[in-house]
C-alpha cells in the first residue's frame, strides 16, 4: 500500500499540470452536476408545497389571474346566504402583483382579524400589523429579499413598515400582508375585491359547498368557486412543467456526471498508454496495474469532486445571497442536498473505476512491441 | 547477485510472424530456428526491417508467433494465456530498449525497483536491492535523479540495472546502444559483457555495433525476416 500510495502521488505531482487539467475538466462536470442536481431539486419542492386549507375561494370566472379579478360585496352576502349552515364566515382580499424594489411580490389585503384567525398564516416572529401602514411578509419573501422586521418599502408611494414575519401553509410565495382598510387606501374601491374567502364549518364538505355554490345563479353568473388548494394547483400550473423539467435536468446531471467522469479518466489513460504497457511489459499484471491506476484515477476524482463541491456551494450561497431566483413571485431555493452530494461521488468514482477497468483490459488486445514506436 | 547456473536457453523452429497491414499480409520473419544454450552472448544484425526487434518481442513473450514452437528457459511459450505470458516476462526476462523507456516521473531508484514490486517484494526489500543494483551498475550517486537529469549512457544503465532486477535468466537487448556516442556506447557493452561472464545470463542483443559482434559467442544476420548467415565462435 506505501509503495503504492508512493508511486501515485509521485507520478500525480511529477505530471502536474496534466494533473490539473485532469482535475479541472473533472471539477467542470461535478459542478454542472451538482447544479443541475440543486435545480432539479428546487423545481421538484416548488413543485411539492402542499395547502392544508378547507377554505373555498371565490374568483371572477373570466379572470385567468386573481389580479385580473374584480367581485362585488354582494358576491359574498349571497355566499352566506346560499349555505348558511356550512359556512362560518366569508370575507373580501384584495390582490396584486407588484414589482417592488426589484422583487416581484405579492400584495394581499384582507381584514386583520380573518389574516389572523381564518387564513393559514402563522406568525413566526414579531407582531400582526396593527396600525396605519404596517404590513407582515412571508418567510418566502425573506428568502428573497433582504427584508427584515422594521424594514420600509415603498408601495404605491406609500412607505410601508415589517412588523412580523409569517408562514403560509401552501407554496411558499413571496408575499405582503397587510389589513384590508391598507389595501382600499392603496388601491381604491372601485374596482371591488379580486378573492372572496369562504371559511367552512368543521363538519362542512369542501366539494359539496363548492358544488352547491357554483350551480347558484348568483354565483356563476360572475365568478367561479375553487378550493384554496386547487385554486393554488390553479395558480401554479406552471409546476407541472417544472417538475417534468426537473425530471429531464435530473437524467441530464446524472449523464453529466456518469460520461463526464469516465471520459475525463479514460482520456487520462489514454495519455499514459505507453507508460501503462511498459509496466505491463515488466510484469504487472492487469490485477496490479488496474490497483495502480485506480488509485491514481481515485486520488484525481477526489481531488476533484472536493473543487467542483467548493465551487457548487459557493455559487449557491452566492446565489442565495445576492441573486435569489423567483418564479411567480415564489421563491426557488437551490441547496446542495448530501443525498446529490453522496449519489455524485458515487458516481464519479464509479465510472472513474470503469474508465480504468476498460483501458487496462483492453491491454490484452494491444500489441505490446508498440512500445518500440 | 550470484552467477546463474544453466538456464536461460532458448529453443525455436519454424517462427514465422505475419502481420496484417490493411489486407496486405507481411511477412515479418519465417522459418526461423535458433537454439541457445545457458549463458550465451548472441548478437543478431540486419538492417532495419530486418524483423531483429520482432524476434526479440516474440523472444521475451512480449508478441506471439503466427506459427512455430518456442521455447524459453524450458518454458514452453506455444500456447500460453496472457497472464501466464506476463509472468513468463515478470520471472525470467530482463528487457533493454534502444530509448531505455524509463519512467519519466521516477527517480533512477524507483525505476529500478518496478519489477521488484511486480513481483510482490516489500517496499524496503524492493529499495535495498535497488540501490545494489544501481551500484552495480555505478550510479549509486544518482539515485535520486530523474530521466530527464540523465545522460542517455545513465539512462541505459538504469535501464539495465531494471532489466537485472528480477534476476533474469535471459537478457533482450534492442538496440541498446543506437541512442548513444561511442563512449557510452562502448561503457554500456562492457557492462554487458561484465554481467554475462560474471552472472551467466544469457544476452540476446539486436544490434549495428560492430563492437558487440566481435564479443559475441554466437551472432546472425536477419534480412527480410530470415537468417542468412550464423556464426559461433
Known amino acids: ?373 | 547477485m550470484s552467477k546463474i547456473e544453466n538456464t536461460g536457453s532458448i529453443e525455436a523452429s519454424g517462427l514465422e510472424k505475419v502481420y496484417l497491414r490493411g489486407s496486405e499480409k507481411v511477412v515479418a520473419l519465417s522459418s526461423i530456428d535458433l537454439r541457445v544454450k545457458a549463458g550465451e552472448f548472441v548478437v543478431i544484425t540486419g538492417h532495419s526491417g530486418s524483423g531483429k526487434s520482432t524476434l526479440l518481442h516474440i523472444l521475451g513473450g512480449i508478441d506471439r508467433p503466427t506459427k512455430g514452437e518456442l521455447s524459453v528457459n524450458q518454458i514452453d511459450l506455444t500456447g500460453i494465456s496472457e497472464a501466464a505470458l506476463t509472468r513468463f516476462r515478470r520471472d525470467n526476462i530482463g528487457f533493454i530498449f534502444q530509448f531505455y523507456n524509463l519512467l519519466p516521473s521516477l527517480n533512477a531508484l524507483d525505476n529500478v525497483i518496478m519489477p521488484f514490486l511486480a513481483k510482490g517484494f516489500s517496499w524496503k526489500a524492493a529499495r535495498e536491492r535497488g540501490a545494489v543494483l544501481l551500484e552495480q551498475v555505478g550510479l549509486s550517486h544518482r539515485q535520486k535523479h530523474t530521466p530527464g537529469e540523465l545522460s542517455g549512457g545513465e539512462q541505459q544503465r538504469v535501464a539495465i540495472a531494471r532489466a537485472m532486477a528480477i534476476e533474469p535468466c535471459v537478457i533482450l537487448a534492442d538496440e541498446p546502444t543506437g541512442d548513444l556516442d561511442t563512449a557510452s556506447a562502448n561503457s554500456i557493452v562492457s557492462l554487458m559483457e561484465n554481467l554475462n561472464q560474471r552472472l551467466g545470463i544469457t544476452f540476446i542483443i539486436a544490434t549495428h555495433n560492430l563492437h558487440l559482434v566481435e564479443l559475441a559467442s554466437s551472432s546472425y544476420e536477419l534480412l527480410d525476416g530470415r537468417f542468412t548467415q550464423a556464426s559461433e565462435k
Open chain 1, 1 to 373: 500500500m506505501r509503495a503504492l500510495g508512493y508511486f501515485t502521488l509521485r507520478d500525480l505531482f511529477h505530471d502536474g499540470w496534466r494533473s490539473l487539467l485532469t482535475v479541472i475538466s473533472l471539477a467542470v462536470v461535478v459542478v454542472s452536476f451538482l447544479l443541475l442536481a440543486a435545480l432539479s431539486q428546487a423545481y421538484l419542492s416548488f413543485g411539492n408545497q402542499t395547502q392544508a386549507s378547507t377554505n373555498l375561494m371565490i374568483i371572477d370566472a373570466n379572470a385567468l389571474d386573481p389580479m385580473e379579478s374584480y367581485l362585488p360585496e354582494s358576491i359574498l352576502q349571497a355566499a352566506a346566504q346560499i349555505a348558511p349552515t356550512q359556512i362560518l364566515a366569508t370575507f373580501p382580499s384584495l390582490f396584486r402583483h407588484l414589482d417592488i424594489q426589484g422583487h416581484i411580490l405579492q400584495i394581499r389585503a384582507v381584514p386583520l382579524d380573518d389574516m389572523q384567525n381564518r387564513l393559514s398564516l402563522t406568525l413566526l416572529q414579531g407582531s400582526w400589523p396593527a396600525g396605519a401602514q404596517q404590513m407582515v411578509v412571508t418567510d418566502g419573501l425573506i428568502q428573497v429579499t433582504s427584508w427584515k422586521i422594521g424594514t420600509i418599502a415603498n408601495i404605491y408611494g406609500k412607505d410601508f413598515q415589517v412588523t412580523g414575519i409569517v408562514r403560509s401553509s401552501g407554496s411558499q410565495f413571496a408575499s405582503v400582508w397587510m389589513t384590508y382598510a391598507e389595501g382600499l387606501s392603496l388601491f381604491g374601491s372601485a374596482n371591488g375585491f379580486q378573492i372572496g374567502y369562504v371559511q367552512l364549518t368543521p363538519s362542512a364538505d369542501p366539494d359539496k359547498v363548492r358544488a352547491i355554490l357554483q350551480s347558484d345563479p348568483r354565483i356563476n353568473a360572475h365568478a367561479a368557486v375553487y378550493l384554496e388548494t386547487s385554486l393554488a394547483d390553479r395558480y401554479n400550473q406552471v409546476n407541472q412543467n417544472l417538475l417534468n423539467l426537473s425530471l429531464v435536468q435530473a437524467v441530464i446531471s446524472l449523464l453529466a456526471i456518469t460520461f463526464g467522469t469516465y471520459n475525463a479518466i479514460r482520456l487520462s489513460l489514454t495519455e499514459r498508454g505507453h507508460e501503462i504497457l511498459l509496466l505491463h511489459i515488466l510484469g504487472f499484471t492487469q490485477a496490479k496495474l488496474r490497483l495502480f491506476l485506480f488509485t491514481r484515477s481515485l486520488f484525481l476524482t477526489l481531488a476533484a469532486y472536493l473543487v467542483g463541491w467548493g465551487i457548487a456551494w459557493a455559487f449557491i450561497t452566492y446565489q442565495g445571497l445576492h441573486a435569489p431566483i423567483s418564479i411567480q413571485a415564489a421563491p426557488l431555493i437551490l441547496s446542495l442536498p448530501a443525498s446529490s452530494s453522496l449519489l455524485g461521488l458515487l458516481l464519479s468514482i464509479s465510472f472513474a473505476f470503469l474508465g480504468v477497468w476498460l483501458t487496462t483490459g483492453s491491454l490484452s488486445r494491444r500489441d505490446l512491441s508498440a512500445l518500440q514506436d
